[in-house]
């Protein structure tokens, strides 16, 4: 018996062995410890205007590794994306943290080693291990970029200059309006209502009580007849802008900034409510196919450089301070502009993404889950 | 040397013999034939088709945990109970019901009086030129038809650049179920003209002249003649127009998207792309199918299987 018990820890050790060098990462406790060559390939869902030709493009030629990018048009997409194909047709995703720890619990993601990203360690605290993607001590992924959601508004027809959310719930633009086709708009409502009707006591807009969802859901009702359409992609909305069938909705500044490139009179801006937001957290599959690609992928957009260049194309903060001077460099004041490098209260004013669950942290269970937030959303938009 | 035939060409011998056996067995038992024949057809249409709509109809009765979103194999109709209760799936079932059926009515308004003339009045050169036409959208990608309805009928499109030239009020109709019921009409028109005009075609002149000898006037002609007889062709082209609208979902997406422009398949594409919950858009998805099969019943009944 023990004789065959020690062939076979020899046979698991020499396949061990084997194993560890065709992968190109030697592990210690299940991490890699050491970035191995590239497979050549890496395959990722990300947001739109994630993956621009001017940093995958260095990427490509400095390590060979051909990305293919699969554009998601919200965060439930991105989790059923990475689902698709038994979870290894893609190595990585731009999670937000309303995705985030579903990706987590549901087991499609793994986790990484923080010291192999040499930037990481630069990143503003808030960022390093935030609970969106560090569970019990593990890191499942390494943090990007964040930002608030922003009411956006054509500067010739809407005067004078919006002020508060408000403007996209009152009929002064009926049929004017677009919002984005997302069940987590919930959650923006929610937060209007958390200043402007106090007495419901909405704390977060992420953990509703019945009641308090069910005036959210009321006040996104009563904003039906003034949406001239719920946009699915960011492309829609920059479409519905430019041929003027709306002046005034809610946004991300990616479409912002491509819509003042192409000369359309537009702002955005965070009204007095707040803002909701999003940090994104590149991730990496259980079942990458492709995991030195995918470590030196983070490497890559960790440093101040890209972090800048997306920060600046996409209209978003970088978590690596050291961008702030690199963004000032590529366009004047743009670090300011984007807050980067910003203090910590700004950044704890920004309501950012989660996944809405039963169990709002109250000890109560009486909150909505995200399965009741969907239902709602499509029964609204009927 | 006796084991080779110089007239036979030996080799050849065993092979030939073979040939004939199995010839042979086949003009024995005609069904082996047959079987041989639609075996593999049969095959691909029972394991492909007919498993994947069981197992459609079978998920239907799962449900999905609400935070992983991964599918719980405990029996259930809570899908088929919510679709019931829930008023605004109620009326997203009738708006997509409703609009295939003003799709297809106002395909066959269209597509009549081109398949008439294409059948009986046109020339052999001009019939091959609206042959062309009709058939030269198809050759363009769906989307990109689509998307060229959305410049015509936004605000700033062609159509209220038109109707301003000529001093009319602008028309508010992009995003809505307006757009919707034009876009499906357009593109969907060719395969309403196709079945209509082969009816047509095939009505014999000599009954046309019987109901012209016997006093009948041209329109009693048409609708005592020519229409029965040409019904058939229409209700083969309801099929195709009915069936493509109701289960589409990138028009009423793309041409649509203001509140209450939502179809069965948008439902079920944010069931399963967006949400993850294969249950609830198998649930959603078995109705299309229970109407189409009784709208194939019906049709049957028509007589439209005989004129495709």
């Known amino acids: ?382 | 040397m006796s084991a080779i035939n110089p007239e036979l060409g030996a080799p050849d011998r065993p092979l030939r013999a073979a040939r004939l056996r199995i010839s042979g067995f086949f003009w024995r038992h005609r069904w082996a034939k047959a079987v041989l024949l639609l075996a593999p057809p049969l095959l691909a249409f029972g394991f492909v088709y007919l498993a994947s709509l069981g197992a459609l109809f079978i998920s239907s009765f799962w449900t999905v945990d609400p935070f992983t979103t991964e599918i719980k194999h405990i029996w259930n109709i809570d899908n088929y109970r919510t679709i019931w209760d829930s008023g605004a799936y109620r009326s997203i079932a009738l708006r997509t019901i409703g609009i295939a059926a003003a799709v297809t009515f106002t395909d066959a308004l269209l597509a009549f009086p081109l398949g008439y003339f294409m059948a009986r009045i046109a020339s052999g050169r001009s019939r091959t030129f609206l042959f062309v036409a009709v058939l030269l959208p198809l050759w363009s990608s769906y989307l990109i038809r689509v998307y060229i309805w959305r410049l015509i009928l936004n605000e700033d499109g062609v159509m209220n650049w038109t109707l301003g030239k000529v001093g009319l009020p602008h028309l508010h109709l992009a995003y809505t179920n307006w757009a919707v019921w034009i876009v499906f009409s357009y593109v969907w028109l060719p395969f309403m003209i196709l079945p209509v005009f082969g009816a047509l075609e095939r009505v014999p002149h000599s009954l046309i002249e019987a109901s012209r000898d016997l006093g009948a006037g041209g329109f009693q002609t048409f609708r005592r003649v020519v229409l029965p007889l040409a019904l058939p062709g229409v209700i083969a082209g309801s099929i195709f127009t009915f069936s493509l609208t109701l289960g589409d979902y990138v028009t009423p997406l793309l041409a649509g998207g203001r509140p209450g422009t939502q179809f069965i398949g948008n439902v079920v594409y944010s069931s399963v792309g967006i949400s993850n919950n294969v249950p609830f858009a198998a649930a959603f998805a078995s109705i299309p199918l229970a109407v189409m099969a009784a709208y194939l019943l019906i049709a049957r009944r028509l007589g439209a299987f005989e004129a495709m």
């Open chain 1, 1 to 382: 018996m023990i004789r065959i018990k020690r062939a076979h820890v020899l046979l698991a050790a020499l396949a061990a062995a084997l194993c560890v060098p065709a992968a190109g990462v030697s592990s210690g406790n299940g991490l890699p410890t050491t970035i191995g060559k590239g497979e050549g390939q890496l395959n990722l869902v990300a947001w739109e205007g994630y993956t621009q030709p001017q940093w995958v493009k260095p990427f490509t030629k400095a390590t060979g590794c051909k990305v293919n990018a699969k554009y998601a048009g919200s965060s439930d997409e991105m989790v059923t994306l990475m689902r698709s194909g038994g979870g290894s047709q893609y190595d990585m995703v731009s999670a937000s943290g309303d995705a985030s720890l579903r990706l987590i619990y549901g087991k499609d993601v793994q986790p990484v080693n923080v010291n192999l990203i040499p930037d990481w360690k630069n990143f503003i605290p808030a960022l390093k291990s935030p609970p969106h993607n560090t569970v019990g001590g593990q890191h499942y992924g390494i943090s990007l970029q964040w930002g608030p959601n922003t009411l956006l508004y054509n500067t010739k027809k809407v005067t004078p200059v919006p002020t508060s959310w408000s403007a996209i719930y009152s009929p002064r633009f009926k049929g004017k309006v677009t919002v984005p086709d997302n069940p987590i708009q919930i959650a923006d409502a929610a937060l209007y209502l958390s200043k402007s009707q106090p007495a419901l006591g909405i704390k977060d807009p992420y953990e509703l009580n019945q009641n308090q969802f069910n005036a959210a859901v009321a006040l996104l009702k009563a904003q039906k007849p003034l949406i001239k359409k719920y946009w699915a992609l960011a492309s829609d909305e920059i479409d519905l802008f430019k041929n003027g069938d709306a002046i005034i909705g809610a946004t991300w500044p990616y479409q912002t900034n491509t819509l003042i490139a192409a000369k359309v009179p537009v702002k955005d801006l965070i009204p007095k409510e707040g803002a909701t937001g999003w940090a994104d957290t590149w991730m990496l599959s259980a079942k990458a196919k492709h995991p030195n690609c995918a470590y030196m992928w983070l490497k890559w957009v960790s440093t101040p450089n890209v972090q800048a260049q997306q920060a600046i194309y996409f209209g978003e903060t970088p978590a690596n301070p050291k961008a702030c001077p690199i963004m000032n460099q590529l366009a004047a004041g743009s670090a300011a502009q984007y807050h980067c490098g910003a203090s910590a209260a700004y950044f704890r004013s920004i309501k950012f993404w989660k996944t809405p669950v039963a169990d709002c942290g109250n000890g109560q269970k009486n909150c909505m889950d995200y399965t009741q937030w969907q239902q709602a959303w499509t029964q609204l938009k009927g």
